[in-house]
């Protein structure tokens, strides 16, 4: 029998299974200095037992927070945290292949709005980033 998902077993880490992985965030390889863009996105956990509530009051039912290397306007790296809200149908693909292509990387699922990750740091509070640990405490 087939599994739903199916890899190519060229190599002895790849197995055929049940569940595949997506990317919650997009990241550039060259972040444009000042803002939220990602170039490293990694030690990621769930955002509460059943998502979290909106601003709006609307439940946001899945969504992760990660840490997302940045670059701040001076050109210094900055480990900023970030909050993804997943869409519930992660097997969509967004603006690019979810897979990615031969040159091109992996791409986030259809967003649930206009960005897929935000910095939890707002802009009003740029100017008082705190490196601590690594970690950016504002």
């Known amino acids: 029998m087939q599994s739903p998902c ?5 190599s002895p880490r790849n197995r055929d299974g049940t569940t595949f992985t997506v990317l919650a965030t997009r990241t550039v390889n060259a972040p444009t200095p000042g803002s939220d863009e990602v170039n490293r996105a990694y030690e990621e956990g769930w955002v509460g037992a059943g998502g ?3 601003a709006d009051g609307q439940r946001q039912r899945h969504a992760i927070a990660f840490l997302g290397d940045t670059i701040d306007s001076a050109g210094k790296k900055l480990t900023e945290v970030f909050i993804a809200d997943l869409p519930e149908d992660v097997t969509r693909a967004g603006a690019a292949p979810l897979q990615g292509t031969a040159t091109t990387l992996p791409s986030p ?3 649930p709005r206009s960005g897929v990750s935000r ?4 802009a009003s509070f740029r100017a008082f980033r705190v490196p601590v640990s690594g970690c950016v405490l504002t």
């Open 109 to 111: 699922p259809r967003e």
């Open 119 to 122: 910095s939890l740091a707002t």
């Open 6 to 10: 199916s890899a190519l077993l060229h």
């Open 52 to 54: 979290y509530v909106k």
